[in-house]
């Protein structure tokens, strides 16, 4: 079954820390990964898809196919990256149908 | 341009009532997803429309759910009767085609007491 894991509930740390936001996946086909954030009292918004080969606001993910995962990273947090952050697969390619993870909370403290 | 839109932004109903939960995506976006979270757990899929035609109701809970999107425009998505276990947030999303961004709507926070 395609399933979206994202092991850790919250993740605090301090400003300018590195930051590692665990995201794994099961699926049996080539899978479209993406991140998407929601800042407080704001709607959620995508972040990066992993084709785009993007790095957004200093955030970068890179596919591993061999462990599934696609973990999002960042060299020194922000206090503007507190938020709540989702993993999510296309269980058919392009948007439709995301099968998302339970999210975790980036909480950086000054 | 004005984003995807829900109305209400909350509800509260008792169990048992009916509630209407309404989306308006981006102006010429033929594709529209509903998804939703309940406490605590994953944002699910609940169903997706191109137009006015329903692509993929897989994840429909039960028949005490239904959506519609006459015309191809606004969506709603009607909870009748509603039961506790509906409670959560229900979120809309809007794309122009299925490989282009689905941006999502602010989310309907339904409560059922």
């Known amino acids: 079954a395609q399933r979206v894991t994202q092991p850790e509930k919250l993740l605090s740390v301090f400003k300018g820390a590195p930051v590692e936001l665990k995201c794994n996946y099961s699926?049996?086909?080539?899978?479209?990964l993406f991140w998407y954030v929601q800042y407080s009292r704001q709607r959620l918004q995508l972040l990066l898809r992993h084709i785009s080969r993007e790095s957004i606001k200093g955030f970068t993910a890179d596919l591993n196919k061999g462990e599934t995962s696609f973990h999002l990273k960042k060299p020194f947090a922000q206090e503007e990256d507190s938020a709540m952050y989702y993993c999510?697969?296309?269980?058919?390619?392009?948007?439709?149908?995301?099968?998302f993870g339970a999210g975790t909370r980036l909480a950086v403290h000054p | 341009e004005a984003g995807v839109t829900q109305f209400p932004s909350h509800s509260v109903i008792e169990k048992g009532q009916t509630v209407t939960l309404r989306c308006d995506p981006i102006?010429?976006?033929?594709?529209l997803y509903w998804y939703r979270r309940v406490m605590g757990k994953e944002i699910k899929f609940l169903l997706h429309?191109?137009?006015?035609?329903?692509?993929?109701e897989s994840g429909m809970p039960n028949n005490r759910f239904l959506a519609e999107r006459t015309g191809g425009t606004y969506s709603t998505l009607k909870v009748q009767p509603a039961e506790l276990e509906d409670s959560g947030v229900y979120f809309c999303?809007?794309?122009?085609?299925?490989?282009?961004?689905?941006?999502f709507g602010q989310g309907t926070r339904l409560t059922v007491v």
């Open positions: 102006s010429g976006h033929d594709n």
């Open positions: 429309f191109v137009k006015e035609s329903k692509q993929d």
């Open positions: 699926y049996s086909g080539s899978p479209e």
């Open positions: 999510a697969l296309s269980a058919f390619g392009g948007y439709n149908k995301l099968i």
């Open positions: 999303a809007s794309s122009q085609n299925m490989n282009t961004e689905a941006f």
